[in-house]
């Protein structure tokens, strides 16, 4: 069950258009949602059909291609598409189709993308789209569940229908959809709900998913998380048993190994350079098999993979979209999916997050802190002054602060919470003059204390060099930061972009004063 996959195909019509969206959030909109209806028809069993029809219409100038652009998000191996039409309507009544070459296909690791392009679309048009989807294996036999977020465009007219047998009632986390009432076909419980439409948040640098804040529709067959982790159980109990390999491999990787804590980060190991990454689900089935094979407890565990820190109340595997390893006994989680991370290390985007511990029908919390230091050592050979008689003390693609920094002040104002982890950068930059070119006046040391902010810097003379020392520390408590955090720190981190701006003045020949 490839929990990426998508909720019905989750987010599939949001990825429409979704850079030219982004765009015209809160800047006047070149595309509006005229007619937006998307109908799931399930089955008891969990598979279902997916029916969506959708008219947007551009109304102002394009600005993009992705204007003109719009793309479906398919399984490869649980979905079949059924069938594609598309066409353009122009103001005077002409209906320009939209042929299969302009329909193409590309896979992206689990999920098939597929993007219809619409030649020549003009202020003024319509474009119309109409597909079909059947998800023929079902992730959690029995279950279903989806995740609706929309665009951020106006939108006239958008209705999410879903046709249950009445053996599945849904559970729902509405935000900004309101349930519509309606008739029932016989034999089927219909629940539908409108997109109620508003203004957008524009999109700012490293928030959180608009899953945290914003309107968004959930819905589940299953009552509560409990639920979710035992139709887990379920689904795991009926697949294939541990391979009697396991056990001699498991032996043969952790022989010499002195405690629990080290063969743990042994298989983490294996399992990270043998099994395909994905979503983590493979990875994490195949470290708990090997742990338990020599004895030590784990669990898999759901976490939301992306920017998401709160979870609905309707549960779902379009949030919870990532599978990790937790070792109880040592309070430890592993992502074998993790390429860029040590063995025992989370990725950033796993930190200070709930976790659905699968096989106990629980929660945990992933750890907001772990020790990631980033230390960059630079000899920069500097070029004579164009001007001024000074020279910069950062160079910025050789600065590991003043990228932290950088990060923390992308936004100039907030309005919604945002990801801020938590930082240990350290820069040791020898700044080499030019032979005949000498300091004229030694800096003196910065230092910044403030909140969780604490930045140090250092000026000093090393041979025919002049050394600059930084280091800068930021400790939060959380993984987010409010617009509150972000007006609170700013003084402290302009004041630190001060000094990584500051120019030492240099002069001819000589020494130091």
């Given at each position: 069950?490839?929990?990426?996959?998508?909720?019905?195909?989750?987010?599939?019509?949001?990825?429409?258009?979704?850079?030219?969206?982004?765009?015209?959030?809160?800047?006047?909109?070149?595309?509006?949602?005229?007619?937006?209806?998307?109908?799931?028809?399930?089955?008891?069993?969990?598979?279902?059909?997916?029916?969506?029809?959708?008219?947007r219409t551009l109304v102002g100038p394009r600005r993009a291609r992705d204007d003109a652009r719009f793309t479906l998000r398919?399984?490869?191996?649980?979905?079949?598409?059924?069938?594609?039409?598309?066409?353009?309507?122009?103001?005077?009544?002409?209906?320009?189709?939209?042929?299969?070459?302009?329909?193409?296909?590309?896979?992206?690791?689990?999920?098939?993308?597929?993007?219809?392009?619409?030649?020549?679309?003009?202020?003024?048009?319509?474009?119309?789209?109409?597909?079909?989807?059947?998800?023929?294996?079902?992730?959690?036999?029995?279950?279903?569940?989806?995740?609706?977020?929309?665009?951020?465009?106006?939108?006239?007219?958008?209705?999410?229908?879903?046709?249950?047998?009445?053996?599945?009632?849904?559970?729902?986390?509405?935000?900004?959809?309101?349930?519509?009432?309606?008739?029932?076909?016989?034999?089927?419980?219909?629940?539908?709900?409108?997109?109620?439409?508003?203004?957008?948040?524009?999109?700012?640098?490293?928030?959180?998913?608009?899953?945290?804040?914003?309107?968004?529709?959930?819905?589940?067959?299953?009552?509560?998380?409990?639920?979710?982790?035992?139709?887990?159980?379920?689904?795991?109990?009926?697949?294939?048993?541990?391979?009697?390999a396991d056990a001699p491999l498991a032996r043969r990787l952790t022989a010499g190994l002195p405690d629990t804590s080290s063969?743990?980060?042994?298989?983490?190991?294996?399992?990270?350079?043998?099994?395909?990454?994905?979503?983590?689900?493979?990875?994490?089935?195949?470290?708990?098999?090997?742990?338990?094979?020599?004895?030590?407890?784990?669990?898999?565990?759901?976490?939301?993979?992306?920017?998401?820190?709160?979870l609905p109340d309707a549960p779902a595997l379009g949030v919870l979209d990532h599978m990790i390893e937790y070792v109880p006994?040592?309070?430890?989680?592993?992502?074998?999916?993790?390429?860029?991370?040590?063995?025992?290390?989370?990725?950033?985007?796993?930190?200070?997050?709930?976790?659905?511990?699968?096989?106990?029908?629980?929660?945990?919390?992933?750890?907001?802190?772990?020790?990631?230091?980033?230390?960059?050592?630079?000899?920069?050979?500097?070029?004579?002054?164009?001007?001024?008689?000074?020279?910069?003390?950062?160079?910025?693609?050789?600065?590991?602060?003043?990228?932290?920094?950088?990060?923390?002040?992308?936004?100039?104002?907030?309005?919604?919470?945002?990801?801020?982890?938590?930082?240990?950068?350290?820069?040791?930059?020898?700044?080499?003059?030019?032979?005949?070119?000498?300091?004229?006046?030694?800096?003196?040391?910065?230092?910044?204390?403030?909140?969780?902010?604490?930045?140090?810097?250092?000026?000093?003379?090393?041979?025919?060099?002049?050394?600059?020392?930084?280091?800068?520390?930021?400790?939060?408590?959380?993984?987010?930061?409010?617009?509150?955090?972000?007006?609170?720190?700013?003084?402290?981190?302009?004041?630190?972009?001060?000094?990584?701006?500051?120019?030492?003045?240099?002069?001819?020949?000589?020494?130091?004063?």
């Amino acid at each position: 069950m490839p929990l990426r996959s998508c909720a019905v195909l989750m987010l599939m019509f949001c990825l429409a258009w979704g850079r030219a969206a982004a765009r015209d959030a809160g800047a006047g909109p070149s595309l509006v949602v005229a007619h937006h209806v998307r109908h799931v028809v399930v089955e008891p069993d969990g598979t279902y059909l997916l029916t969506v029809d959708d008219e947007r219409t551009l109304v102002g100038p394009r600005r993009a291609r992705d204007d003109a652009r719009f793309t479906l998000r398919a399984s490869r191996t649980l979905d079949a598409i059924v069938s594609v039409q598309a066409y353009t309507q122009k103001p005077d009544g002409r209906r320009v189709p939209v042929l299969p070459g302009s329909i193409q296909s590309h896979d992206d690791d689990a999920a098939r993308a597929t993007t219809i392009a619409f030649p020549g679309a003009a202020r003024g048009d319509r474009l119309i789209v109409h597909y079909v989807v059947r998800r023929h294996t079902p992730r959690l036999p029995g279950q279903f569940d989806d995740v609706a977020v929309m665009p951020p465009l106006v939108h006239r007219d958008t209705t999410l229908i879903y046709d249950m047998p009445p053996s599945m009632p849904l559970h729902a986390d509405a935000v900004g959809f309101v349930p519509v009432p309606g008739d029932c076909p016989p034999g089927r419980r219909r629940y539908r709900w409108r997109y109620v439409d508003g203004p957008n948040a524009r999109p700012e640098a490293d928030a959180v998913s608009v899953l945290d804040y914003g309107r968004r529709l959930v819905v589940s067959t299953l009552p509560d998380y409990p639920a979710l982790a035992a139709a887990w159980r379920t689904a795991a109990a009926g697949k294939a048993p541990p391979s009697p390999a396991d056990a001699p491999l498991a032996r043969r990787l952790t022989a010499g190994l002195p405690d629990t804590s080290s063969r743990v980060l042994a298989l983490a190991d294996w399992v990270r350079h043998h099994v395909p990454r994905g979503d983590g689900e493979d990875g994490a089935a195949r470290l708990d098999a090997l742990l338990a094979a020599i004895g030590i407890a784990g669990t898999p565990a759901l976490v939301n993979g992306g920017n998401a820190y709160k979870l609905p109340d309707a549960p779902a595997l379009g949030v919870l979209d990532h599978m990790i390893e937790y070792v109880p006994d040592l309070d430890l989680f592993v992502d074998p999916a993790a390429a860029t991370v040590n063995a025992g290390d989370l990725p950033p985007s796993l930190l200070g997050k709930p976790v659905l511990l699968l096989k106990r029908g629980t929660f945990a919390m992933t750890p907001v802190l772990q020790p990631q230091q980033t230390r960059v050592t630079a000899t920069i050979a500097v070029g004579h002054p164009q001007a001024n008689g000074s020279v910069a003390t950062t160079w910025h693609a050789r600065s590991a602060v003043d990228a932290a920094v950088d990060k923390l002040t992308r936004e100039r104002a907030r309005r919604l919470d945002f990801v801020c982890a938590a930082v240990d950068a350290e820069d040791e930059t020898r700044l080499r003059l030019p032979q005949g070119m000498r300091v004229a006046a030694l800096p003196g040391p910065a230092s910044v204390v403030s909140g969780g902010l604490f930045y140090r810097a250092s000026y000093s003379l090393e041979n025919d060099a002049l050394l600059v020392r930084r280091r800068l520390t930021f400790r939060h408590g959380r993984a987010t930061c409010t617009p509150a955090d972000a007006v609170a720190m700013r003084p402290a981190l302009e004041r630190i972009r001060r000094d990584l701006r500051s120019r030492v003045a240099v002069a001819g020949s000589g020494s130091l004063p």
